[in-house]
């Protein structure tokens, strides 16, 4: 069964840099694009970005460009969404996804919580 | 970007109704739409892809169609885990774009 678990819930200040990450396990994790997907306080999903393990390509939305960074490593298959100085308005739950064959969203995290607050 | 509109953004039904859900795009993207479920707290669960395909495990109540601009979700005799929001997704171009969301209550 294909996995994806996330780092924990976080509570940061804003202006701290933030990275969190999405282990991917019992595929062939360089072989599929993995996306981030945001989910502030009771909204909807918003597609951030996505990124190709294998040679790194990277796909970010213009909404997210700038202001966050996509990595990934594939020795550990895990893939990464970092800040470097969160603001309150990053407050949300953020998921992981692997992407398919299809472009689709078929397994997710479990989400990571980020809280920014002074 | 491509918007997605979903209508109603919420609907209260009865165990064993029809349940249909609408999404519509800003522009034709073929088939290239996905279905997701969301129970509070919880992470999305694909439920059709290409508008029309049936991702593995998904109930048979539950159907997708369309092409173009215009596409629906059907549940076909409302159980209570059907529960949850429901989102439309493009995966026609970049950026990807969800629906705002339909939100299903069991009456």
């Known amino acids: 069964e294909v996995q994806l678990v996330q780092s924990g819930p976080e509570v940061k200040k804003p202006g701290e840099p933030l990275k969190i990450s999405c282990q991917g396990a019992s595929y062939y994790f360089s072989t599929h694009w993995i996306a981030w997907v945001r989910q502030m306080p009771g909204k909807g999903l918003e597609w951030m970005g996505a990124i190709y393990a294998s040679d790194s390509s990277i796909r970010y939305s213009p909404s997210f460009q700038g202001a966050v960074t996509i990595s990934a490593d594939t020795s550990v298959s895990t893939a990464y969404l970092q800040w470097r100085g969160l603001r309150a308005s990053d407050t949300a739950t953020y998921f992981c996804?692997?992407?398919?064959?299809?472009?689709?969203?078929?397994?997710w995290g479990q989400g990571t919580p980020v809280t920014a607050s002074s | 970007d491509i918007q997605l509109t979903q209508s109603p953004s919420f609907l209260s039904a009865s165990i064993g109704d029809r349940v249909t859900i609408t999404c519509r795009a800003s522009q034709g993207i073929s088939s290239f739409l996905a279905w997701y479920q969301q129970k509070p707290g919880k992470a999305p669960n694909l439920l059709v892809y290409?508008?029309?395909k049936l991702q593995g495990g998904v109930p048979s109540r539950v159907s997708g169609s369309g092409s173009g601009t215009q596409f629906t979700l059907t549940i076909s005799g409302l159980q209570p885990e059907d529960f949850g929001t429901y989102y439309c997704?493009?995966?026609?171009?970049?950026?990807?774009?969800f629906g705002q969301g339909t939100k299903v209550e069991i009456k």
């Open positions: 290409a508008a029309s």
């Open positions: 997704q493009q995966v026609y171009n970049y950026p990807r774009t």
């Open positions: 996804a692997r992407v398919n064959a299809y472009g689709v969203l078929d397994s």
